[in-house]
């Protein structure tokens, strides 16, 4: 799998927290980390709730198992993530939106609308909670 990163959008704060909450997104994107349920396991807070496109609300555990089943079970996925905001809601929380489109060997392109919530734990930046919305293809500005 492959990830893409288009040029970012405005980001509220250009500080090295931005830099690692970004990497950890694309990381979450890459096949090689998605397969680890290790890498996985060491990006999410324990507390980790997802409520997925198809409307299913994921622990951390299921979160885990489910990557690494998806990856393994379709073959080569290609992620493209882009138009990346971030907004500091405190000292320790930061909110990211993104789009990923998914383009996968077995099934139509899928694009969608990306919202994550970053805290800064003891052991650093960890993802406490992710949603994901199927999208169409018109901008922000225009829905």
Do not use: C, N
Not at 72 to 86: K, L, P, Q, Y
């Amino acid at each position: 799998m492959q990830v893409a990163a288009r040029a970012s959008g405005a980001a509220a704060d250009s500080t090295d927290d931005v830099v690692t909450i970004k990497a950890g997104e694309l990381r979450l994107l890459d096949a090689g980390t998605r397969a680890s349920a290790q890498e996985v396991a060491t990006l999410l807070h324990d507390d980790f709730v997802e409520f997925g496109s198809s409307g299913r609300v994921f622990d951390k555990p299921a979160t885990v198992s489910s990557l690494a089943a998806e990856e393994s079970s379709v073959g080569t996925i290609v992620r493209e993530a882009g138009d990346f905001t971030f907004r500091r809601l405190g000292p320790d929380a930061v909110l990211v939106t993104y789009r990923v489109s998914r383009h996968r060997p077995d099934a139509a392109d899928k694009k969608s609308l990306r919202s994550s919530l970053w805290i800064r734990a003891e052991a650093g930046w960890r993802l406490l909670f992710h949603q994901g919305t199927t999208s169409a293809e018109r901008s922000i500005e225009e829905s």
